[in-house]
């Protein structure tokens, strides 16, 4: 799979596992010089193994590590990948640090990632910046008010962005997987990935994490003039959506 000629560099974030190391694997396979960012060297020993992967060990919410790790880098694409979800739950069960980590990781370091890097392409005339959101983001899932929050808010940016960049040959892709079966939402089922698979993952199909990894090569392989600006990828068994209408005085169940 061919690049536009001048991507020479990308930067992946959350590569050490699953989606993010197959974004890694498939774009230095393809002869890109890849940064892959994880919060430790330790967990991107497989990645960094890899021809072409630098490892960086950047804790992402953590502005001044952000600003030290990407110093004096040029990044053609960037590539929002990490995170997380905590719990699953109604946001009155939730604490109040957690609201502030799910935003951090998911909404505020990848719009800090885009500040930092988006200079060096407008200067450079070149550059992509893809971002995985969420289904959540876009359709109503139970006890996700503040991850959906987040990546609702993230498709925003992306679509502001647009906007503000065109001519500027800066590509800004989002894509919208639903359910793929990663450990993903293993802190939200304790830690019990048996639970979290028969849960989630043995009913219906979940998309895979190479899926979500080709969706990225599909969106840069497009000749410069073209942006697929948002990629909605679902499991064909999945469809969101419907409707509850709850009867006053019964307790509800998600």
């Not at 230095?28 to 940064?35: R, S, W």
């Not at 407008?122 to 910046?129: D, L, S, T």
């Not at 959506?241 to 005085?249: A, E, K, M, S």
């Given at each position: 799979?061919?690049?536009?000629?001048t991507y020479r560099t990308a930067l992946v974030t959350g590569a050490s596992r699953g989606i993010g190391a197959g974004i890694t694997r498939n774009l230095?396979?393809?002869?890109?010089?890849?940064?892959a960012l994880a919060r430790s060297e330790a967990a991107l020993e497989t990645v960094a193994a890899l021809p072409g992967v630098r490892p960086l060990?950047?804790?992402?919410?953590?502005?001044?590590?952000m600003v030290e790790a990407l110093d004096g880098l040029e990044i053609d694409v960037l590539v929002n990948n990490a995170g997380a979800v905590g719990s699953v739950k109604p946001l009155s069960e939730q604490a109040l640090s957690e609201t502030a980590e799910t935003i951090a990781l998911n909404l505020t370091a990848?719009?800090?990632?885009?500040?930092?890097?988006?200079?060096?392409?407008?200067?450079?005339?070149?550059?992509?910046?893809?971002?995985l959101s969420s289904s959540a983001g876009h359709a109503v899932f139970p006890g996700t008010t503040v991850y959906a929050a987040a990546k609702a808010a993230l498709s925003r940016a992306h679509e502001v962005l647009r906007y503000d960049m065109a001519g500027k040959n800066i590509r800004f892709t989002e894509i919208v997987p639903g359910?793929?079966?990663?450990e993903f939402y293993l802190q939200a089922f304790g830690g019990d990935a048996d639970k979290l698979n028969e849960t989630l993952y043995s009913k219906q199909r979940a998309l895979r994490p190479e899926d979500v990894a080709e969706a990225v090569m599909m969106a840069l392989s497009m000749g410069e003039h073209a942006d697929i600006a948002r990629l909605d990828l679902s499991p064909t068994d999945q469809a969101p959506?419907?409707?509850?209408?709850?009867?006053?005085?019964e307790a509800q169940h998600s």
């Open positions: 799979m061919s690049f536009p000629k230095a396979e393809a002869g890109l010089t890849v940064y060990a950047c804790d992402i919410t953590r502005p001044e590590q990848p719009l800090q990632l885009m500040q930092l890097l988006l200079p060096g392409m407008i200067a450079r005339q070149r550059g992509h910046v893809i971002s359910r793929v079966a990663t959506g419907g409707h509850v209408f709850p009867v006053p005085g």
